[in-house]
């Protein structure tokens, strides 16, 4: 549980930040709250050469209205982004993420850039940035990318930002009329990760119609993605439990799930498919609680799990142990 020797920096600007890791590229690691890069170095499974500290930069961690869009730095932390009002009030999704992450201790020292860069399998965030539509702003030496939330994760701890790039920004759009969101999600006790993790975002019309849903799913293969399948089922219905159930059935359509010592892969495709469910069902409660005149939601609640280990997304659970070389820590 020793890290292998290496070369701390602290840069005082971004600029400098940019610098240094320009200048020894591959080499070197970025550390913002330190939840995913430590561990990943006392198991030997990372051993730059260089680790560039930008926990103490300056002005990375703000929550503000930017033109249509709210923009969010990456230092901003989860206990940050959990607060906000602001995203209370414009973008509830996030905060919600955000406050079922971890326990105190991480979500007061763990960044979303460096949640997001780090690209866990079952973080959180990945599923509702991608349910959001956001935005990821990086930067480098030679300028600012900004980078679709559905191009940004490539596989396994893998995005699109290359060496020499630092995540600076992440942007989403506010809630319109006749949005809801939630966030649902089946979670280790020990470590807060999510086995399976399901982000919702629905747009209702007063007739009750579903005009638009997104549904960002995380835990259950080897990167975040949206659960095309169901929102297909579903846009353009009033939709019943059943209607609900049926196409929440489609949750893990596509994707190989994975399989360690908590989750079987046929266990996490089953549960994909129940916190899919109940995601969707709280986002359009939501959504039509917004519009009293839209019709009763009482068909729309999602259907109960024959499953025993879904009656609670805190039921008793075993560690998170990925067979994939990856950080066993608590998140980032």
Same mark, same amino acid.
């Given at each position: 549980?020793?890290?292998a020797?290496?070369e701390?920096?602290?840069?005082?600007?971004?600029?400098?930040?940019?610098?240094? $890791?320009?200048?020894?590229?591959d080499?070197?690691? %970025?550390l913002?709250?330190?939840?995913s890069l430590l561990?990943m170095m006392?198991l030997r499974?990372a051993?730059?050469?260089?680790?560039?500290?930008?926990?103490?930069l300056?002005?990375?961690?703000?929550i503000r209205?930017?033109g249509?869009?709210?923009?969010i730095?990456?230092l901003?932390t989860h206990?940050q982004?959990?607060?906000?009002? $602001?995203l209370?009030?414009?973008?509830?999704?996030?905060?919600?993420t955000? =406050?079922q992450? #971890?326990?105190?201790q991480v979500?007061n020292?763990?960044? %979303?850039?460096g949640?997001l860069?780090?690209?866990?399998?079952?973080?959180d965030?990945?599923a509702?940035i991608?349910a $959001?539509?956001?935005?990821?702003?990086v930067q480098?030496?030679?300028?600012k990318r900004t980078i679709? +939330?559905?191009?940004?994760?490539?596989?396994l701890?893998?995005?699109?930002v290359?060496?020499g790039?630092?995540?600076?920004?992440?942007?989403?759009?506010?809630?319109?009329?006749?949005?809801g969101?939630a *966030?649902?999600k089946?979670h280790?006790?020990?470590?807060g990760?999510?086995?399976? #993790? +399901? =982000?919702a975002?629905v747009?209702v019309?007063?007739s009750?119609?579903i005009?638009d849903i997104?549904?960002?799913?995380?835990?259950?293969?080897t990167k975040? *993605?949206?659960?095309t399948?169901v929102?297909?089922?579903l846009r353009g219905k009033?939709?019943?439990a059943?209607?609900?159930s049926?196409a929440?059935?489609?949750?893990a359509?596509?994707?190989?799930p994975?399989?360690d %010592?908590?989750?079987?892969a046929?266990?996490?495709?089953?549960m994909?498919s129940?916190?899919?469910a109940r995601a969707?069902?709280?986002?359009i409660?939501?959504?039509?609680?917004?519009a009293p005149?839209?019709?009763? +939601?009482?068909?729309a609640k999602?259907?109960?799990?024959?499953s025993a280990?879904a009656k609670?997304s805190?039921a008793?659970?075993p560690?998170?142990?990925?067979?994939?070389?990856?950080s066993?820590?608590?998140?980032?």
């Amino acid at each position: 549980m020793i890290p292998a020797s290496f070369e701390y920096q602290s840069p005082k600007t971004l600029d400098e930040a940019l610098r240094l $890791l320009g200048r020894h590229g591959d080499e070197a690691k %970025i550390l913002a709250g330190g939840h995913s890069l430590l561990p990943m170095m006392k198991l030997r499974l990372a051993s730059p050469r260089y680790v560039i500290d930008i926990g103490h930069l300056r002005g990375l961690d703000y929550i503000r209205e930017d033109g249509d869009r709210i923009a969010i730095g990456a230092l901003a932390t989860h206990a940050q982004v959990a607060a906000s009002e $602001l995203l209370r009030e414009k973008c509830p999704l996030l905060p919600e993420t955000a =406050a079922q992450i #971890g326990d105190m201790q991480v979500r007061n020292r763990g960044t %979303i850039g460096g949640s997001l860069a780090h690209a866990d399998p079952a973080a959180d965030y990945p599923a509702a940035i991608l349910a $959001l539509d956001a935005e990821i702003v990086v930067q480098s030496s030679s300028g600012k990318r900004t980078i679709p +939330a559905g191009e940004f994760f490539i596989d396994l701890l893998s995005t699109q930002v290359r060496p020499g790039d630092i995540l600076t920004e992440i942007r989403v759009p506010p809630r319109r009329a006749g949005e809801g969101h939630a *966030y649902r999600k089946f979670h280790q006790p020990a470590s807060g990760f999510a086995t399976v #993790g +399901a =982000a919702a975002r629905v747009i209702v019309s007063n007739s009750g119609k579903i005009e638009d849903i997104a549904l960002g799913m995380t835990g259950v293969g080897t990167k975040a *993605y949206r659960a095309t399948a169901v929102e297909k089922a579903l846009r353009g219905k009033t939709p019943s439990a059943e209607d609900i159930s049926a196409a929440c059935a489609k949750a893990a359509q596509g994707v190989e799930p994975l399989a360690d %010592i908590f989750a079987s892969a046929e266990y996490r495709r089953a549960m994909a498919s129940v916190f899919a469910a109940r995601a969707i069902s709280a986002a359009i409660e939501r959504a039509r609680a917004a519009a009293p005149s839209a019709p009763s +939601a009482s068909g729309a609640k999602a259907a109960p799990s024959k499953s025993a280990g879904a009656k609670s997304s805190a039921a008793k659970q075993p560690a998170k142990n990925f067979s994939t070389a990856k950080s066993k820590g608590k998140r980032k």
